[in-house]
């Protein structure tokens, strides 16, 4: 009998389909395909800086100068950037449309010189290096009021819509808060205005009391596949000690994150042979205060499946792997 | 420049990003390889009726029997369905989740014995037949009042989601209504409380009115790319006489129907050399009733780029090409 499951923040339905049911390593053979071939020239590799945008921030060995070698982590405009920083947002209406100017920023973040695929393959303290840039960022651009609400993310592998090999994060900060964000914060904020808490450290809290879908628990982060997961393998990164916004981050919880994202991602990896993945950091809107009832996260897809017109037309996946079942196999995986 | 568009209905946001702008045949190379094999045996095919669940509706030549050949469209149960017809839902907690049995419906309507990937190889009455099948389908399933509602889809493509290739529209009825069709209903009946119209007629007005991204106009029913087009070449099919129900529709506007969109989709296919595709009928929930503030309709998405980090973490989609310059692309190609 397949099984209904609700996402108890956006009310989004999954179907977890026993009778279409996959065993977790029949994903194996898609993955491999899929990743990006090697380039002859990479604008990411040390000694390329030129062919980057001027550098924004950057973690240098000492001497080093701007936009020149010895760097251990650039951040950089995006190129051909999706938004810009430069203009005004001049909203109009086109009959019974809306529209405004591309306003935002896109920055990527350049994790290290050495030319790797996936952050797996980078040291702990690299990773770590990485969240702290980024929370740096959000703290520079939340000073500009345009910048309503900042997503980082990451495309490892074509599938998963990388167009560039050389293991990097990007930023997008859009000037309006964007619906899937918004839907999330009410979401979050009718569960807290009904039981007086936040949903997540009541997830966090059944999670660890019932063990079946944890894949990492290491000081304040906690891994886990969601009880309503969308696709095999989906594995959320969440802390423990509440908080809404990324960007208010501690050094040392950014090194046990980079931990457990590593070690969770690193299990996948040898799980199901370096699928395609991205990962998102959830978090509340540049332009919102502290907030009791949103709890920020990172979700991790790893892409196996493929979307199809059920899915755009309602919202609602159809999941072949039970999530406990897909965690019990990665929690079997040596780290 | 690049704009920001909103999606008058579901609030949803694009960026038409001319600053990474495409042609719009800059994606011929991405699709004929993303094209299905054709299989050693096709369980869908005239003579293996045997391969398949015993058939709900067919339409036969005079003289043939049920489940053997002779057919000129076959509705038979999904082999691997993800929903099924019997059992109870049992809605239960567990702890801060919710669940329940995955009942509903989940059936395949083989357009044709002949065996073609995309509709566009079949003709207009067969795909007129295709449409009457499915609302006679809908006409019966909504007699059980666990069906809430249905969502009518299509899957060319391996990139699309497909895993058989002989031409098949799926029809899966959840017991539950979508997320998704839950806000497009909210997001439709906000506008229609706010100014007394449907926005779907608004929208029909506007896009006869501008032309610009009109791609056909026929009878009941005209194409054009949205104005917030989360795709290249995405493409509505709408009925300008107001209905909320798909299954409303007439025999002739059935006709009229497969005309508009076979004519639509051979244009992109000719435009783009066979791109995957999904199709939806977006249609007002089974279990509602006639609503005036609704308004069913069809939409088109060519699989051409990859959905990444920002788009799902979001809801907000990058679209490199203006839905102007592709519509202007696509009324250039001879139908």
Known sequence: MPELRKDPVLGRWVIISSER????????DVCVKDRLKAPAFCPFCEGNEAKTPPEILA???????????GWRLRVVPNKYPALQVEGNLDKRGVGVYDRMNGIGAHEVVIESPKHVESVTELDVETIRDCFVACRDRLLDLRRDSRMACAMIFKNVGAAAGASVQHSHTQIIVTPVVPRTVQQEMEGSKKFFDYRG????????EQERADGVRIVADHGNFVAFH???????FETWVVPRRHSSHFEDIHGA??????????SSLAKIERALGHPPYN?????????????EYYHWHIEIIPRLTKVAGFEWGTGFYINPVPPESAAEFVRGIES
């Open 21 to 28: 049911a996959s065993r977790p390593d029949d994903f194996k």
């Open 226 to 232: 969601p009880y309503a997961s969308r696709f095999p």
């Open 279 to 291: 990962y998102m950091i959830h978090s509340t809107p540049l332009s919102m205060p502290k907030l």
């Open 197 to 204: 808490r936040c949903i997540f450290c009541d997830i966090i």
């Open 59 to 69: 973690y240098r060995n000492p001497g080093s100068q701007p936009n020149g070698a």
């Open 253 to 262: 919880e950014a090194a046990e994150l980079a931990h457990v994202l590593k």
